[in-house]
């Protein structure tokens, strides 16, 4: 089954109107978050480990010029 409500995103009212807010007029969204990703937090991860690498590449070898 697929979500057929929206939330407004100006007075937070739920509605199955897929173009405006029957309220306020205000714009609608799908009210769940959107998917999480598992590939950003490996990134993210990733990113973390590069730039823990590098910090301790650049302790060691502070006497070399990059
Ligand atoms: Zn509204």
Redesign the pocket.
Known sequence: MRWLMRR?A????YTLRRDK?P????D?AVPHPPRFSPEDKYVAYRYRMKMLAGIIHSEESSSEPT
Do not use: E, P, S
Not at 10 to 13: A, I, K, L, M
Not at 23 to 26: A, F, Y
């Open positions: 407004c100006v007075c937070g009212r807010c309220l306020c007029g205000g609608v």
